[in-house]
């Protein structure tokens, strides 16, 4: 059997390449002790190598920017098993501004409009923290303004259910498997820039119902299969910040901790199957180099 694991970042972005190649590694050595031989783009022709070397797999995924997944998921998925989110979901999810309207309308808790003061400024397409700054200035071309919500940062991991026929994809019933709540170690700079550093998982919160009861319903308002990642925020309510229908960084430190394989998990979730929970053995703090500390 043969995986395409389409890591972007790795070879295309600096800024994320650290990050992009701790999640492609984790995901490889799982796929490895699964079974399967892993290929990967390599070079400057990403596009042409999903193109290359996908009809010669039995699953790919691809693993990039939000704003870019789109279009390397929709030439992929016609080429081989996508185990990713699918390429129009991944669409909505990228588009900041229609996303949060959408869970909005589903009376789903998101920022709000910007209030005199603090604002936070994100990039519209954007991907992580990237960008995001705390700032009084109006936002710039291709930016959005939202309420700045002081809270505490955490985030969920989930992996849709979905299975695939001959000319679409359809739901199974089942709801998201949660893999883990994870806290987010976020650095907000003196000039107000984010920088996210890692995280703690598993966590056990408190507010633990509540807050994964709100990352549940996100992901099935917007249609996302396999691995997607809920950023929240919980103040007094838990507010849904960002939408990542893709592998995060918290695979890092999920993956050194759960006993089940990541690659097993997301191949029979495509498929409509998987376990009803998974088995957390420990914990850990991760950050976004790869480095996991067990607690």
């Known amino acids: 059997m043969k995986a395409l694991l389409a890591e972007y970042a790795t070879f295309h972005d600096p800024r994320l390449a650290p990050e992009g190649r701790v999640m492609l590694d984790v995901l490889s050595r799982s796929f490895a002790r699964c079974g399967y031989e892993v290929v990967t783009p390599d070079g400057s022709d990403f596009l042409g190598e999903i193109r290359r070397l996908a009809p010669g797999c039995d699953v790919g995924l691809v693993i990039a920017p939000d704003h870019l997944l789109f279009g390397y998921t929709s030439v992929l998925e016609r080429l081989t098993h996508n185990i990713g989110c699918g390429s129009m979901n991944a669409a909505i999810c990228a588009d900041k501004v229609q996303c949060g309207r959408i869970l909005a309308r589903h009376k789903i808790p998101v920022p709000g409009e910007p209030q005199p003061g603090k604002q936070v400024i994100k990039p519209v397409a954007g991907c992580g923290s990237v960008n995001v700054r705390l700032s009084e200035l109006p936002p710039g071309p291709g930016e959005v303004a939202q309420e700045f919500i002081d809270g505490e940062?955490?985030?969920?991991?989930?992996?849709?259910?979905?299975?695939?026929?001959?000319?679409?994809?359809?739901?199974?019933?089942?709801?998201?498997?949660?893999?883990?709540?994870?806290?987010?170690?976020?650095?907000?700079?003196?000039?107000?820039?984010?920088?996210?550093?890692?995280?703690?998982?598993?966590?056990?919160?408190?507010?633990?119902?509540?807050?994964?009861?709100?990352a549940v319903r996100a992901v099935q308002v917007l249609g996302c299969q396999g691995y997607v990642g809920i950023d929240i925020v919980l103040a007094d309510r838990p507010y849904v910040v960002d939408v990542n229908p893709r592998v995060t960084t918290s695979i890092v430190g999920i993956a050194a901790c759960m006993e089940e394989e990541i690659a097993d998990i997301l191949v029979q979730a495509s498929k409509g199957g998987g376990p009803e929970s998974v088995h957390m053995k420990r914990r850990a703090r991760f950050d976004s180099h790869g480095a996991v500390e067990f607690l």
């Open 153 to 214: 940062n955490l985030s969920v991991s989930l992996v849709g259910s979905r299975v695939v026929g001959d000319a679409c994809s359809y739901y199974t019933g089942r709801p998201p498997l949660l893999l883990a709540v994870n806290s987010q170690d976020v650095e907000v700079s003196p000039s107000g820039e984010f920088c996210y550093r890692g995280g703690e998982t598993p966590i056990d919160h408190p507010r633990h119902a509540e807050i994964v009861e709100t």
